[in-house]
């Protein structure tokens, strides 16, 4: 994997200042076509009060206004070889200009130039979040050097040094544990709430936390070339591949655009070879404006504006046309365990005891002493058995558990990897079988406990499953988690292919596959399904609470975590393509019609731009359509 350097963070795919905060009216996207529309119906009144001359010069400053919104645009992409819905306003605009039509021109303009502002608007991106990926890598490391310790630039690691990470510390880069025992905080990588265990041999990842004792780590990765810079460069690759996927619209007006202008030439050529080149000249623009899809690029943007403000009603935001367009084809779902499928909150799910030990004495005895530990298993632990009392004489033996008294007896909890398990470990076994991650309680050296805990599936996970499944939606799950605790979590839930112990860039191969046999979404929150949410066809980021990393890499953000949610933006997202798709078919049945009407001289440009204006009134009204929510079942 390449390094991913600041200037490569600090470039166009996260560039901050694209985005704008201030008040509407500072913002050139908009304030351009709001000026324009003002010019147009200052330009009106002026005319209806029989002020000719100033009614044209402020015809034409809307004009120009409207048109600087997109026609520099539709220019470049042109001289690119790119043919767009902006190239065809253009023309027929310059048309209608030509035969003096400098109002219905005007009019174009400001429509077309609100409509996508408007839309620019609905959708503006979240920036920064991969700067936020790199932040989780420490500034400087401690490495020992001939017998000493020395800080370094995190950026200056090579293969091969041993990094002393501290209790507290991030590590700066991947690496394999040579000495020590802890507890490791890895959901920037794994995306899993609890933390993982690391002995001598075990390999650990840049940017998870050190939360236990001292680790010696022998770097298996340079500084500049680790976990969390291969996640930047798999989100960068895979928004490259995806890129600006063209709207509907244009992709109907690639072939439109050169067939219109080759049919204008013919007419205005062929015509003034064998007639008049006066009349058939005007004849060939008058072609062109019959041919300007004006519904078809006014309606779409409008439709798209509607459909996101309704879907942000109920929670749903959507960053762009394309993905709202993409949104309604979506087939299958790939969805990540922690955080998504499950409340990403560990709690007691069961207890096991020796003879003569109760439930609530064995959660006591813990509670008593994981109150001092901020290990997300004692906070499960403490909140089980709120009325424990502290224990006395408390230590913590990094990686292996905590030791202290309790009612004159000596309590140990910890790990079953450090603690015996003895005559419980069969049904201990049992317990991970079914997902969780079991703790051992010691009373005086014997075993006499065993307490599971589990980050339980959010209770509508199932409902929600069925009703994709209904919807002929498929389910697949996607964690870095263990395969047993997946599994058991997948089969409460209903899912049936379930792909689990997974890296990010396993997630991303992962989704391509499931893409290329159905249009795919991806649904997660945290920095490691920050790759697959941008390779996926369409990425969800679930909960404001999630990474920015998820926030910026995704098409589409959920505001809460209520996977109910999903089928209901399936659902709002295929209607409004079905309106989309109505304005679509309407816009070219209108052109269609057009078409022969003018080339033979049927309808003049008054009577083509009248039958436009009635076409943008019909589809407008359809398109806002879209704004109309169904309830949630």
Same mark, same amino acid.
């Given at each position: 994997?390449?390094?991913?350097?600041?200037?490569?963070?600090?470039?166009?795919?996260?560039?901050?200042?694209?985005?704008?905060?201030?008040?509407?009216?500072?913002?050139?996207?908009? $304030?351009?076509?709001?000026?324009?529309?003002?010019?147009?119906?200052?330009?009106?009144?002026?005319?209806?009060?029989?002020?000719?001359?100033?009614?044209?010069?402020?015809?034409?400053?809307?004009?120009?206004?409207?048109? /600087?919104?997109?026609?520099?645009?539709?220019?470049?992409?042109? =001289?690119?070889?790119?043919?767009?819905?902006?190239?065809?306003?253009?023309?027929?605009?310059?048309?209608?200009?030509?035969?003096?039509?400098?109002?219905?021109?005007?009019?174009?303009?400001?429509?077309?130039?609100?409509?996508?502002?408007?839309?620019?608007?609905?959708?503006?991106?979240?920036?920064?979040?991969?700067?936020?990926?790199?932040?989780?890598?420490?500034?400087?490391?401690?490495?020992?050097?001939?017998?000493?310790?020395?800080?370094?630039?995190?950026?200056?690691?090579?293969?091969?040094?041993?990094? $002393?990470?501290?209790?507290?510390?991030?590590?700066?880069?991947?690496?394999?544990? *040579?000495?020590?025992? /802890?507890?490791?905080?890895?959901?920037?990588?794994?995306?899993? /709430?609890?933390?993982?265990?690391?002995?001598?041999?075990?390999?650990? /990842?840049?940017?998870?936390?050190?939360?236990?004792?001292?680790?010696?780590?022998?770097?298996?990765?340079?500084?500049?070339?680790?976990?969390?810079?291969?996640?930047?460069?798999?989100?960068?690759?895979?928004?490259?591949?995806?890129?600006? *996927?063209?709207?509907?619209?244009?992709?109907?007006?690639?072939?439109?655009?050169?067939?219109?202008?080759?049919?204008?030439?013919?007419?205005? =050529?062929?015509?003034?070879?064998?007639?008049?080149?006066? =009349?058939?000249?005007?004849?060939?623009?008058?072609?062109?404006?019959?041919?300007?899809?004006?519904?078809?690029?006014?309606?779409?943007?409008?439709?798209?504006?509607?459909?996101?403000?309704?879907?942000?009603?109920?929670?749903?935001?959507?960053?762009?046309?394309?993905?709202?367009?993409?949104?309604?084809?979506?087939?299958?779902?790939?969805?990540?365990?922690?955080?998504? =499928?499950?409340?990403?909150?560990?709690?007691?799910?069961?207890?096991?005891?020796?003879?003569?030990?109760?439930?609530?004495?064995?959660?006591?005895?813990?509670?008593?002493?994981?109150?001092?530990?901020?290990?997300?298993?004692?906070?499960?632990?403490?909140?089980?058995?709120?009325?424990?009392?502290?224990?006395?004489?408390?230590?913590?033996?990094?990686?292996?558990?905590?030791?202290?008294?309790?009612?004159?007896?000596?309590?140990?909890?910890?790990?079953?990897?450090?603690?015996?398990?003895?005559?419980?470990?069969?049904?201990?076994?049992?317990?991970?079988?079914?997902?969780?991650?079991?703790?051992?309680?010691?009373?005086?050296?014997?075993?006499?406990?065993?307490?599971?805990?589990?980050?339980?599936?959010?209770?509508?996970?199932?409902?929600?499953?069925?009703?994709?499944?209904?919807?002929?939606?498929?389910?697949?799950?996607?964690?870095?988690?263990?395969?047993?605790?997946?599994?058991? $979590?997948?089969?409460?839930?209903?899912?049936?292919?379930?792909?689990?112990?997974?890296?990010?860039?396993?997630?991303?191969?992962?989704?391509?596959?499931?893409?290329?046999?159905?249009?795919?979404?991806?649904?997660?929150?945290?920095?490691?399904?920050?790759?697959?949410?941008?390779?996926?066809?369409?990425?969800?980021?679930?909960?404001?609470?999630?990474?920015?990393?998820?926030?910026?890499?995704?098409?589409?953000?959920?505001?809460?975590?209520?996977?109910? $949610?999903?089928?209901?933006?399936?659902?709002?997202?295929?209607?409004?393509?079905?309106?989309?798709?109505?304005?679509?078919?309407?816009?070219?049945?209108?052109?269609?019609?057009?078409?022969?009407?003018?080339?033979?001289?049927?309808?003049?440009?008054?009577?083509?731009?009248?039958?436009?204006?009635?076409?943008?009134?019909?589809?407008?009204?359809?398109?806002?359509?879209?704004?109309?929510?169904?309830?949630?079942?």
């Amino acid at each position: 994997m390449r390094s991913v350097t600041k200037s490569r963070v600090d470039g166009p795919a996260i560039d901050e200042d694209d985005d704008h905060n201030g008040p509407w009216w500072t913002d050139r996207g908009i $304030l351009v076509p709001v000026l324009s529309g003002l010019a147009f119906l200052a330009g009106l009144l002026c005319e209806w009060s029989g002020a000719t001359i100033p009614a044209l010069v402020l015809f034409w400053i809307g004009l120009l206004l409207g048109a /600087s919104t997109f026609t520099p645009g539709a220019i470049r992409k042109l =001289l690119k070889g790119k043919l767009g819905i902006g190239l065809l306003m253009t023309i027929s605009a310059v048309g209608a200009v030509i035969l003096g039509y400098v109002e219905e021109a005007a009019a174009l303009a400001f429509l077309y130039s609100i409509a996508e502002a408007l839309e620019d608007k609905a959708m503006d991106r979240a920036r920064g979040g991969l700067r936020a990926l790199l932040k989780l890598i420490p500034d400087t490391a401690t490495i020992r050097r001939g017998g000493a310790s020395a800080e370094i630039a995190a950026q200056d690691l090579t293969v091969g040094q041993i990094l $002393l990470v501290r209790p507290g510390e991030r590590i700066a880069t991947d690496g394999i544990v *040579r000495s020590g025992r /802890s507890s490791l905080d890895a959901s920037a990588i794994t995306g899993e /709430s609890i933390p993982v265990e690391v002995e001598p041999g075990d390999a650990v /990842s840049a940017g998870a936390i050190n939360t236990a004792g001292a680790l010696e780590v022998e770097t298996t990765a340079a500084g500049t070339d680790n976990s969390l810079t291969t996640i930047v460069g798999l989100v960068e690759q895979a928004q490259a591949e995806k890129g600006d *996927r063209a709207r509907l619209a244009d992709r109907i007006a690639r072939p439109l655009v050169p067939g219109v202008l080759i049919l204008a030439a013919l007419v205005a =050529l062929l015509g003034s070879l064998l007639g008049d080149p006066e =009349l058939w000249i005007t004849r060939a623009l008058v072609v062109l404006v019959a041919a300007s899809p004006c519904a078809l690029a006014i309606s779409v943007p409008l439709t798209v504006v509607a459909a996101i403000g309704a879907a942000s009603k109920f929670g749903v935001i959507i960053k762009s046309g394309a993905a709202f367009e993409r949104f309604g084809t979506i087939r299958h779902v790939a969805v990540d365990k922690t955080g998504t =499928l499950t409340r990403n909150e560990p709690a007691v799910t069961a207890v096991l005891t020796a003879d003569g030990v109760s439930e609530d004495q064995a959660l006591e005895w813990a509670a008593a002493l994981e109150q001092r530990s901020t290990h997300p298993l004692a906070a499960a632990i403490t909140a089980a058995a709120p009325g424990a009392r502290a224990a006395l004489d408390v230590t913590e033996q990094a990686g292996h558990g905590i030791e202290g008294t309790v009612e004159g007896a000596r309590i140990t909890v910890g790990s079953p990897r450090w603690l015996n398990a003895g005559p419980l470990a069969s049904r201990v076994a049992g317990l991970e079988e079914q997902g969780m991650t079991v703790v051992i309680v010691h009373r005086d050296g014997t075993p006499v406990a065993a307490i599971g805990v589990r980050d339980e599936l959010r209770p509508e996970v199932p409902e929600a499953v069925r009703t994709l499944a209904g919807q002929a939606v498929g389910v697949t799950m996607l964690t870095g988690d263990n395969a047993r605790t997946a599994h058991a $979590l997948a089969a409460h839930a209903g899912i049936d292919d379930v792909r689990a112990e997974l890296r990010p860039e396993d997630k991303t191969t992962a989704i391509r596959e499931l893409s290329r046999k159905a249009s795919t979404a991806m649904i997660g929150d945290g920095i490691n399904d920050a790759p697959a949410l941008a390779a996926a066809d369409i990425g969800i980021a679930m909960g404001a609470t999630g990474s920015d990393a998820a926030i910026e890499s995704a098409d589409v953000a959920f505001t809460g975590h209520d996977l109910r $949610l999903i089928p209901r933006a399936f659902d709002h997202a295929r209607r409004g393509r079905h309106i989309i798709n109505q304005n679509i078919i309407l816009s070219l049945l209108i052109i269609a019609a057009l078409l022969p009407l003018a080339l033979f001289g049927v309808l003049g440009l008054a009577a083509v731009v009248l039958v436009h204006e009635i076409a943008e009134v019909i589809v407008i009204l359809n398109g806002l359509r879209a704004a109309r929510t169904r309830k949630a079942a």
